[in-house]
């Protein structure tokens, strides 16, 4: 059977797993680093490529002693080398090449959107190409139709702030931890989502791409206006973007032929965004799919799981291959007017 180890460092999780061709993971581990980046309310580039460098080798032993396999039982190491904190990324993706040299195996350079899109089908072995899948993530909110391995074609994406990135403004102006979301969804359920009026970007737009930059700004002036109970901004805020989320992938849904509705990335953690996007695929007659909570958030395991895939149909990389800050998976796809760094 296929064995894949999977390295991932492309913000501020550094972690190790070893997964293997018919979906068992064998061993995993993440160790991130909330604490070092929460004095800075956001992921401080240099802080957590130097916490990889610290903590990557330990979790690669651990991982191999865990599973009870050596360097010379892997098929192929797979590392995130992109997108990315380029230094984070480097880190990762030389420490994925230092044991594929050591050890004569292939290297894998996995882009890291791609271990998102993939990792729905670790779970269930059932879900076959295409699928129309909302990647909504701290750096990427975008909808794309997944045709199969290294074939996307983007249907949307943001304007300005992704999704998550949105879940993290909003929780430091409440003045809640990093990362956001899980803070926000929290405190949200304690709230009413119809106390405070906000704006729900780009709904009813004719393309369906995303915008948050406003929500942003509109939390910002509920929170000074010291008019609202801070539950209260958290659960509007969350059904604000809930509703932003429903409308514009119901709209790429009739643009689609695909049978299964996917969402991803750390964003999909969120209970009241996947019931939400649940009752959406019912409506529309899709079937609906999205990986487990700890599968969302950043790991190596669907890192592990899209170089098995890739492994299976003899995509491996040289040695050479390039980190890389930017890498989007539909290289075709235009930039958006208004679009920042994020497309
Ligand atoms: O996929 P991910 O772990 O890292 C990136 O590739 O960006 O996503 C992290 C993002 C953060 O912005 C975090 O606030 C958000 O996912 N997130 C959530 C939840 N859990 C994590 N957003 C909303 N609700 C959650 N429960
Ligand atoms: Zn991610």
């Known amino acids: 059977m296929i064995l894949i180890l999977g390295l991932e460092s492309s913000c501020d999780d550094s972690a190790a797993a070893l997964v293997t061709g018919d979906r068992q993971v064998l061993a995993e581990a993440v160790v991130g680093q909330n604490s070092a980046h929460q004095p800075y309310g956001g992921v401080v580039p240099e802080i957590a490529a130097r916490a990889h460098v610290e903590v990557l080798p330990g979790l690669i032993r651990q991982v191999l002693d865990e599973a009870g396999v050596a360097i010379a039982d892997l098929d192929a190491v797979a590392a995130t080398a992109g997108p990315g904190l380029i230094g984070g990324v480097m880190v990762g993706l030389l420490a994925g090449k230092g044991v594929a040299l050591a050890g004569g195996k292939p290297l894998i350079a996995v882009n890291h959107l791609e271990g998102h899109a993939l990792s729905p089908r670790l779970i269930d072995g059932g879900l076959g190409f295409p699928y129309l899948l909302l ?16 074939r996307y074609r983007r249907l949307a994406t943001t304007i300005d702030d992704a999704a998550g990135e949105a879940f993290d403004k909003a929780a ?16 949200a359920a304690e709230g009413c989502s119809s106390a405070v009026p906000l704006p729900r970007p780009l709904v009813g737009s004719g393309e369906p791409h995303f915008s948050f930059a406003g929500l942003k700004s509109a939390v910002q002036r509920a929170v000074a206006s010291g008019a609202y109970r801070p539950a209260d901004i958290a659960a509007s805020f969350q059904q604000a973007v809930v509703d932003c989320l429903i409308d514009r992938t119901r709209l790429a849904l009739e643009r689609s032929a695909a049978p299964t509705l996917v969402v991803a990335g750390g964003v999909a953690a969120n209970g009241a965004i996947r019931r939400a996007l649940q009752r ?10 999205v990986p487990p909570g700890w599968l969302c958030t950043d790991n190596a395991v669907m890192i592990a799981w899209a170089g098995a895939e890739r492994l299976a149909l003899g995509l491996t990389d040289p040695l050479e291959a390039p980190a890389r800050a930017r890498w989007p998976l539909d290289a075709a796809a235009e930039t958006v007017r208004g679009a920042g760094v994020k497309a």
């Not at 931890?177 to 929290?186: F, K, Q, R, T, V």
């Open 135 to 150: 990647l909504a993530s701290g750096g990427h909110c975008q909808l794309l139709e997944v045709r199969g391995i290294g």
């Open 172 to 187: 430091k102006l409440l003045g809640l931890p990093y990362p956001g979301g899980p803070a926000i969804e929290a405190m």
């Open 280 to 289: 959406l695929a019912e409506q529309e007659g899709r079937r609906f799919a």
